[in-house]
């Protein structure tokens, strides 16, 4: 298949388009445990948040809850019949933690902060119509679908379209560019008939202004 019949031009393969290294790697199932891992995740956050009724805040009780019983139990059984603790990480943050933890989190927040004030001042006509756009489409979207299976539903999307484009390029960028050649001849033959349309009617116009 030559360069000419490929919808990148064969120059750049789908892996760098895509950004190349981890990323890429995941969405194009070259990574496989890790892409499944991540689908399975995702999948199972739906069913737990968005089918079966749960909150973040209840999940996370439900979980401390059944973590600190077991926990509890294990140590008193074992305290009972002489047996090990249970082994327990140290649980502390350290200083430098939360100082680096803050300043990414001071630096992000100033950096949109000053993005936003920019926009309220109207230095940057164009980054506000975008936002906008983004916006007006995320309230669209909201309207037809809750926020998780948005988010479950583009997931999968990331990481199906473009492995299935790469398993079989040659077959889509065929079809594509058929697709885009017709639709170019079809523009080119209305624009050919608007043009001869447009001709007619100024003879048309001639020869009335002719028998005045």
């Not at 890790?34 to 979980?63: D, K, Q």
Request: charged fraction near 20%; charge should be neutral.
């Amino acid at each position: 298949m030559g360069s000419s019949d490929r919808l990148f031009r064969g120059q750049r393969t789908l892996h760098e388009l895509i950004g190349g290294g981890l990323v890429a790697d995941v969405i194009l199932w070259r990574q496989r445990n890790l892409t499944v891992g991540i689908l399975l995740l995702m999948l199972a956050t739906w069913l737990v948040f968005g089918r079966c009724g749960y909150t973040l805040l209840s999940l996370i009780s439900s979980v401390l809850l059944l973590l600190v019983t077991i926990i509890f139990i294990w140590a008193k059984s074992a305290s009972i019949l002489n047996r090990p603790a249970p082994p327990l990480p140290e649980l502390h943050l350290s200083e430098d933690m939360v100082n680096e933890a803050a300043s990414f989190i001071r630096s992000h927040v100033n950096t949109l902060l000053s993005v936003s004030q920019d926009i309220a001042m109207g230095k940057d006509p164009k980054l506000f119509f975008k936002v906008a756009a983004c916006l007006w489409l995320i309230s669209v979207i909201s309207g037809l679908t809750d926020l998780l299976t948005l988010g479950y539903t583009s997931l999968l999307l990331v990481l199906t379209v473009p492995a299935l484009y790469e398993k079989y390029e040659d077959y889509v960028d065929r079809h594509i560019l058929s697709i885009y050649r017709k639709l170019h001849q079809f523009y080119v033959k209305l624009d050919e008939m608007r043009v001869l349309t447009y001709q007619q009617w100024i003879l048309e116009k001639e020869k009335l202004s002719s028998y005045h």
